[in-house]
């Protein structure tokens, strides 16, 4: 059976390849809910089919990565906070929107955090903007060709990367992200590296290196 990809998604998301890190992603399937295995079941309060389809199809992208890792068949369950809880050992995240679901996973020995998000190549509905952007964001939003849909989907992946690391509820405006230079910065000071790609949907990885993988 062929896996349900986009092509275009799939070449775009080859230009995130960033050395310990593995990105996939699926086209969200009638069915998918029926992968999640029981711990992930058990996890997801919500009954809505929508959701637990979405998340069923990230968690078949995850499993698939983990087992290139080594790791095969493991549940991946949401902690309380939401987020997901990963084999010891690993680091990862998991995104969807409507249509896809994407996931990313690394080892803790070569990336200490990871986070990604996914959104429709579409413009950031106006009314959204200064609730995301910072002022210096919007002198900057020249860089974001989607008008403000490319920094919420950063700031998206910026949270999900640093949460598991200082357990600190962050507002749009307690990350300043710099597109050109493919950063962010927290309001704790911590510095993120970002890379992002662009098709029928925008794609960003957020990361923080572990520091001795960084310099190989």
Not at 25 to 30: A, E, K, T, V
Not at 76 to 102: C, M, N, R, Y
Not at 149 to 168: G, H, N, Q, T
């Amino acid at each position: 059976m062929t896996e349900p990809v986009e092509p275009s998604l799939a070449r775009a998301i080859e230009t995130l390849s960033a050395p310990g890190i593995l990105v996939g992603h699926r086209l969200i399937s009638p069915g998918d809910e029926l992968a999640l295995l029981a711990a992930e079941a058990q996890s997801m309060a919500s009954p809505l089919i929508g959701v637990r389809r979405a998340s069923g199809a990230a968690r078949i992208v995850g499993r698939q990565l983990l087992a290139r890792l080594g790791y095969a068949a493991c549940a991946v369950p949401k902690s309380p906070s939401g987020a997901p809880l990963w084999p010891a050992g690993v680091t990862g995240s998991f995104a969807h929107d409507e249509h896809v679901a994407v996931a990313a996973v690394a080892l803790c020995r070569d990336v200490t955090a990871v986070g990604i998000d996914v959104e429709p190549a579409e413009l950031l509905p106006p009314e959204l903007l200064d609730m995301v952007a910072t002022p210096q964001e919007r002198r900057r939003l020249g860089d974001d060709p989607y008008r403000g849909r490319l920094l919420f989907a950063a700031k998206e992946a910026v949270y999900k990367s640093v949460y598991p690391l200082d357990r600190i509820f962050l507002d749009f405006h307690d990350v300043e992200i710099d597109l050109a230079a493919r950063k962010a910065v927290v309001r704790n000071g911590r510095e993120v590296e970002l890379r992002y790609c662009m098709s029928a949907h925008l794609v960003v990885l957020a990361l923080i290196r572990t520091a001795s993988f960084s310099h190989r």
